[in-house]
């Protein structure tokens, strides 16, 4: 189930702010559910880590941990894998996770959780609560475990959407601007002094991808000199047509 995307959510971007207010909710979620355990996770192509974990005590799981992805293992993983809810009321008499690292290292034998999704679609990570005892959780629990799950997707869909707009600002403000182009091969000369492809250029300001065409007046040239060389009534295959 690896994302071949990177995730473009990283603390950096997330800024302290954002991070500080999860954070919060996790550690009253936690102090609610009575569990020792509330966590965000993030997923980064192969490698799944703990982004945030409650302020609680007997919470075995420190910030930062990171495993790879897939086969972490992690309890986390199959909620990522289910795309949708994935609790485990009791472990211990569950022969799939019995013997699961969880139960025998830290002894945390209950599990509720829900997938995070990214704007853009990918997968951001999940956000949980781990019991060291049985724990069935009630349909409140659930309600406001989806409640977390949707706060935190809407709060990556603002700071997505305020990037994109920035985007576009720096994009319209560097259009405005005179920028020098090479005569012969038009390439451009960016901030930095390196002379790049327009494409390049382009996607850099914008995240767009150019698509090749040729225009009408390319397309009677490049017909005509194919006729004057003795070749054939129209250009070489591929060449795309207006």
């Given at each position: 189930?690896?994302?071949?995307?990177?995730?473009?959510?990283?603390?950096?971007?997330?800024?302290?702010?954002?991070?500080?207010?999860?954070?919060?909710?996790?550690?009253?979620?936690?102090?609610?559910?009575?569990?020792?355990?509330?966590?965000?996770?993030?997923?980064?192509?192969?490698?799944?880590?703990?982004?945030?974990?409650?302020?609680?005590?007997?919470?075995?799981?420190?910030?930062?941990?990171?495993?790879?992805?897939?086969?972490?293992?992690?309890?986390?993983?199959?909620?990522?894998?289910?795309?949708?809810?994935?609790?485990?009321?009791?472990?211990?008499?569950?022969?799939?996770?019995?013997?699961?690292?969880?139960?025998?290292?830290?002894?945390?034998?209950?599990?509720?959780?829900?997938?995070?999704?990214?704007?853009?679609?990918?997968?951001?990570?999940?956000?949980?609560?781990?019991?060291?005892?049985?724990?069935?959780?009630?349909?409140?629990?659930?309600?406001?475990?989806?409640?977390?799950?949707?706060?935190?997707?809407?709060?990556?869909?603002?700071?997505?959407?305020?990037?994109?707009?920035l985007r576009h600002e720096r994009l319209l403000e560097d259009l405005s601007r005179i920028y020098p182009i090479c005569s012969y091969c038009k390439k451009v000369r960016d901030a930095s002094g390196e002379w790049v492809a327009v494409e390049n250029y382009i996607h850099n300001l914008s995240g767009s991808h150019a698509s090749h065409g040729?225009?009408?007046?390319?397309?009677?040239?490049?017909?005509?000199?194919?006729?004057?060389?003795?070749?054939?009534?129209?250009?070489?295959?591929?060449?795309?047509?207006?």
């Amino acid at each position: 189930m690896r994302d071949p995307r990177s995730n473009p959510f990283t603390k950096e971007l997330l800024a302290d702010e954002t991070l500080n207010e999860w954070q919060r909710i996790i550690d009253t979620t936690a102090e609610i559910f009575k569990v020792p355990a509330g966590l965000i996770t993030r997923v980064d192509r192969a490698q799944i880590e703990i982004l945030l974990s409650s302020r609680t005590e007997g919470n075995p799981y420190p910030t930062g941990c990171v495993t790879q992805y897939p086969d972490s293992g992690w309890y986390c993983e199959r909620t990522l894998k289910s795309h949708g809810l994935n609790h485990i009321p009791d472990a211990l008499a569950d022969p799939q996770w019995q013997d699961n690292g969880a139960v025998t290292g830290m002894h945390m034998v209950s599990y509720i959780g829900l997938p995070i999704r990214r704007p853009d679609g990918g997968e951001f990570g999940t956000v949980c609560f781990l019991d060291n005892k049985a724990n069935c959780h009630n349909g409140l629990h659930i309600r406001m475990l989806e409640m977390i799950q949707r706060m935190i997707e809407l709060s990556l869909r603002v700071i997505f959407d305020k990037h994109q707009l920035l985007r576009h600002e720096r994009l319209l403000e560097d259009l405005s601007r005179i920028y020098p182009i090479c005569s012969y091969c038009k390439k451009v000369r960016d901030a930095s002094g390196e002379w790049v492809a327009v494409e390049n250029y382009i996607h850099n300001l914008s995240g767009s991808h150019a698509s090749h065409g040729i225009c009408p007046e390319c397309f009677s040239k490049v017909e005509h000199q194919w006729t004057a060389a003795g070749g054939p009534n129209q250009p070489p295959p591929g060449t795309p047509v207006p």
